[in-house]
Each structure stands twice: as C-alpha cells, then as structure tokens.
C-alpha cells in the first residue's frame, strides 16, 4: 500500500491490524508519521486519541482504575484510551496519541488498539481516523 494512507481505529477492536483485509506494513529503519483525530468513547467518557486522565471520573472509581491499571497493553499512568500502536502481532506497544513520528524497529504489520483492559472492550464504542505517512 502506498503512503500515506488513512484507515479507521476501532475501539471495540483489540490489536486490529490497520488498514483492515489491506494491512499496512512498516519497514525497520524507515521513518514514520502516524497523527489520528476523532472521539471515541469509553462507556460515557468521551475523549480523543489522546485519551482521558483519571481527573475526568468519580474519586470513588479511581482506585478500581489503579488497581486494574497493568492489565492494559501499555502503562500509561493515569492516561487511559489513548490510541496505541504495535509492530508486528507480538512487537511491544508504543503510544500514538493524536500524533507521533518514529523509526520503525522491526518490519510487520501495523496494529492498533485503545489503551483499555481487554475485558472491558464490551462498553467501548467509535472510531478514530488515523493518517500513516512516511515522515521526511
């Protein structure tokens, strides 16, 4: 696939590959530009690829957050559903947020998920738009 292209993150998806029947694959070495905008909602809260902190919710529900908080795919601190990407089905995560450029580590795959606990993906809902360019 050519760059750039745009593909939709999913938040009920846990580690879709972007670009969906067409994954986009990155090159180790290779410089890249990923930036997404939209809202997506975790239950009620509605936030942006950048996610909501803790502040946002009740004091009584913050330390059930905390104590569940290493079951996401990524430690984030107090930052939850920020839009996270990964290499290859078993590269480690990294944030994306609304934008981020990097070099690729390894060849594969692009995946992408919302920084969430697997089993509460049941009450995520919409999608962001995501632009994967190669950065100069």
């Not at 696939?1 to 067409?22: I, N, Y």
């Amino acid at each position: 696939m050519t760059l750039p292209v745009q593909v939709t993150a999913d938040s009920e998806r846990w580690w879709d590959p972007a670009g969906g029947k067409d994954p986009i694959s990155l090159i180790a070495g290779q410089s890249y530009l990923i930036q997404a905008a939209g809202t997506w909602y975790d239950d009620t809260i509605a936030c942006g690829p950048e996610g909501y902190d803790l502040s946002v919710i009740p004091p009584w529900k913050r330390p059930l957050f905390k104590i569940f908080s290493g079951l996401r795919p990524l430690d984030t601190g107090d930052r939850w559903y920020m839009l996270l990407g990964r290499i290859g089905s078993g590269g480690p995560a990294f944030e994306i947020g609304k934008s981020v450029m990097f070099i690729a580590k390894l060849s594969g795959i692009l995946y992408l998920t919302v920084n969430d606990i697997h089993l509460m993906y049941y009450n995520n809902k919409g999608t962001l738009q995501v632009e994967i360019s190669l950065a100069t």
